[in-house]
């Protein structure tokens, strides 16, 4: 097979970028090669290939964190004010609520043709209102997700459950906090009495499904992570709903 030939020029400046390229890649930048055909961009016919040689930045997947110092320190979170070398190389100051993660329990009673969901209802200083949300709380120094979940469910409502799965993962404001949220969906459930805090006052009521969606879609339900377990939730029935449908006799 014969080799392609290339002008004297060309040959050239191959051999400088290759001479420069190395270094480059040293400190920290890629490299992405791209060819066209220059003929095609006003519509003539040519052979000769064009090259275009892209450099930019090397991005890291993490910060480089240049200092942090703690400004506040609460019960529940921290928070704290961090100079950062972020990803694309912007140095930045950012102020971070520190959190040590939520979990949320959507109680599913599957004992009925409809599924039934079970909300809390509860006053929200920050909301200024009361909101009908999933059970919710924070993880304890040292707890697993799991053990949260099922210790969250009896303190707030007094029920225990026979199956746990867990259903989503998510940051809950990923912008200033880095809190996240583990929902796990839970049946087979078993009612009980309640152990609420000193500064709970807690409402509990059962949902059909279907009602929760209209809630959502209505805007009565104003809890993110409320919102995103019911339609989460939703959606994995409606497979289910779909099959037993079209095996009915005809």
Do not use: C
């Not at 520190?98 to 909301?127: K, N, T």
Request: aromatic share 10%; glycine share 8%; net charge positive.
């Amino acid at each position: 097979m014969a080799l392609p030939r290339f002008p004297g020029p060309m040959i050239a400046i191959v051999g400088f970028l290759v001479r420069m390229i190395g270094p480059l890649q040293h400190s920290g930048f890629k490299f992405q090669v791209s060819s066209f055909s220059p003929g095609k961009w006003k519509g003539e016919t040519r052979n000769a290939e064009a090259f275009i040689l892209f450099v930019m930045p090397r991005q890291s997947k993490r910060a480089k964190v240049l200092s942090s110092r703690i400004v506040y320190r609460g019960p529940v979170f921290h928070v704290t004010t961090d100079r950062v070398q972020e990803p694309g190389g912007i140095v930045a100051r950012r102020d971070v609520v520190r959190h040590s993660g939520s979990i949320v329990i959507m109680a599913a009673d599957d004992s009925r043709s409809e599924l039934r969901v079970l909300l809390a209802r509860q006053y929200r200083h920050p909301a200024g209102d009361y909101l009908w949300e999933l059970p919710a709380g924070r993880i304890d120094p040292g707890e697993s997700e799991l053990t949260g979940a099922k210790r969250e469910l009896l303190e707030e409502t007094g029920y225990t459950a026979a199956r746990w799965s867990r259903a989503l993962f998510f940051y809950s404001s990923p912008g200033f906090l880095d809190e996240t949220m583990a929902i796990y969906l839970a049946t087979g459930l078993k009612r009980g009495k309640a152990k609420p805090e000193e500064d709970e006052y807690i409402r509990i009521r059962m949902f059909p499904l279907s009602q929760l969606v209209t809630m959502v879609m209505r805007g009565a339900i104003r809890d993110g992570k409320t919102i995103s377990a019911v339609l989460w939730l939703a959606q994995l029935r409606q497979p289910a709903k779909s099959a037993a449908r079209h095996s009915k006799p005809g």
